[in-house]
Every structure is written in structure tokens, then in C-alpha cells.
């Protein structure tokens, strides 16, 4: 559904990403894991069109979109949450789900005229999407509540709200469970699995709690120093030397 071609990125001499190539096949929960600075957020960065690779290709359903914008790709189905909170803190949970949806801020000049006119419709299409998400992620209480006043589980579920809201056929999960609870981390596992199963959506997992890894996906990819270190089932990961070493630090 989703794949990169031989990724290099890089930043002045270092080597973000050295020669990546992942696929995401439709359906799944995939892992990524890798210690810190592995690559794991350029990686997703490359894939959503924030950075422009020195080198490599990325696909989406058949298509090379390697020359498109993170706004494009978002149309096609390419929805991410992120691993620094980008929610507006004064804002509410419900318009901060509903802004990810607001056409204004992507697009045409031609085509934000045409918004201005259907704003109307906008608003009643982006209230539907947008409840049908806090229904999913029974985030109901906290509709009206400004998001800046809300636990950090609570945003991180927003966060994901707000991809899901945009529709997609893949979303792009940037630790979304880093400094959480364990009950708040449960809460965004089943989330994760719900999401999954109800909305057949494919997920991406950027995660460093192995166990939740292990719970949660059904393949994995390690990455270490920009590359790839190993794919495959969790189980296979957490045996293989390579990975022991470079994650687990044996
Ligand atoms: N915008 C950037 N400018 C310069 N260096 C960056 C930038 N983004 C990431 N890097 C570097 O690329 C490497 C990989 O970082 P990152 O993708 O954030 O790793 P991870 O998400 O696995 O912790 C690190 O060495 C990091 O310092
Ligand atoms: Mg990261």
C-alpha cells in the first residue's frame, strides 16, 4: 500500500536516513522502533512530504509521490498524528479536530475562493467527520474543553482524532504514547486496535515501549544509525542478535 525506495536524507554530514526501504502493506499494524536518532521521525517526515530526500522514492497505492506536498498527500489518503504536540492549547478538543480538516489551509488560490463560498457546507462536513471521531476515541466529555487544560493522554487521543478525522487510508502515529501512564497508554492501545478493526485503517506505530510493540503489531521494522536493521514479526525481532544489540542494549 505504501512503500520507500533506497531514502537518503541528509542534514549537513549527518545521515538521517541511509538508503531506507520499508513497505506498509494494507491492513496492517506496523512498528517502528529504533533507539533515539535512529531515523525514526525523518523517516516519517520523508513519507508525509515535510522533508525532500537527497535520494529515493516514495509510493502510495501504485503512485510515485515522492514530488508531492504533505497537503496532497494528505487528499490521498496520508494522515499522520505528531511527536511534539502541534494542537492549538486554547482552542477546543472538537475545533482542534475540526481544524485539521479546514480546506483554507491547504490548496489553490482558485481553490480557497471556491471554500469561501461553501463554508457553510465545510462547517456541516467537518462537525460530521469530527463527531463520528470523538464517538470512535470516546473523547464525548471533553468536547468543549480546551485541550490545553487536559491530561496528556487526552491531547495524544486528539492528536489521533484529528488524523482519523481527515479519512485516512494509512495513519502515521509519531510516538503517540511517549510520557504517558500506563492507563493512559492502555487507553491509546485500544484506540490503535478499535481503529483498526472498525475502520480497517492502516496503521503506522512509531514506538519505543517494545512491549506494546510486541502487543499491538503485526510486523515491525528496527532501524538504527538511518538503516534498517530488521522486518519481520515482533516475536523474530526481539530474538535477533542485531536487534538486541542495537535496541536492548545487550
Ligand atoms: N531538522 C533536522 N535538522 C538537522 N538534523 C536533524 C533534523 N531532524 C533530524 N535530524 C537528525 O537526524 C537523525 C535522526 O533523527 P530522528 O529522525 O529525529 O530520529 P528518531 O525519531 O529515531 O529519534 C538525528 O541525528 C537527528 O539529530
Ligand atoms: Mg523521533
Redesign the pocket.
Given at each position: 500500500m505504501l512503500w520507500t525506495e533506497n531514502i537518503t536524507?541528509r542534514?549537513?554530514g549527518?545521515t538521517?536516513?541511509d538508503n531506507v526501504s520499508v513497505e506498509v502493506r494494507r491492513g496492517e499494524i506496523l512498528g517502528i522502533i529504533?533507539?533515539?536518532?535512529?531515523?525514526?521521525?525523518?523517516?516519517?517526515?520523508v513519507i508525509t512530504g515535510v522533508?525532500k530526500p537527497q535520494r529515493g522514492r516514495v509510493y502510495f497505492k501504485g503512485r510515485d509521490i515522492t514530488g508531492l506536498k504533505p497537503h496532497q498527500r494528505i487528499t490521498l489518503g496520508l494522515s499522520r498524528t505528531f511527536?511534539h504536540s502541534e494542537l492549538f492549547h486554547s482552542m477546543t478538543v472538537l475545533e482542534n479536530i475540526m481544524v485539521r480538516l479546514h480546506p483554507w489551509t491547504r490548496g489553490s488560490i482558485l481553490e480557497k475562493a471556491l471554500w469561501a463560498f461553501r463554508a457553510k457546507r465545510w462547517e456541516v462536513e467537518a462537525r460530521e467527520r469530527a463527531e463520528h471521531v470523538i464517538d470512535l476515541l470516546d473523547l464525548h466529555e471533553h468536547r468543549h474543553s480546551p485541550i490545553g487544560a487536559l491530561p496528556p493522554g487526552i491531547q495524544k487521543k486528539v492528536d489521533l482524532a484529528g488524523a482519523l478525522a481527515q479519512n485516512p487510508e494509512v495513519v502515521l502515529m509519531?510516538?503517540p504514547m511517549a510520557g504517558l501512564s500506563k492507563e493512559e497508554k492502555e487507553d491509546i492501545v485500544r484506540a490503535i486496535i478499535e481503529t483498526s478493526e472498525t475502520m480497517h485503517t492502516t496503521m503506522v506505530l512509531?514506538e519505543h515501549d517494545m512491549e506494546v510493540v510486541t502487543d499491538v503489531c503485526d510486523r515491525v521494522v528496527v532501524?538504527d544509525y538511518?538503516k534498517v536493521i530488521f522486518e519481520g514479526p515482533p516475536h523474530e525481532a526481539v530474538a535477533d542478535e542485531r536487534v538486541r544489540k542495537a535496541y536492548l542494549g545487550e
Open positions: 536524507l542534514f549537513g549527518v538521517a536516513l529504533g533507539p533515539n536518532g535512529a531515523g525514526k521521525t525523518s523517516l516519517l517526515n522533508y511527536q509519531d510516538e512509531i532501524m538511518g
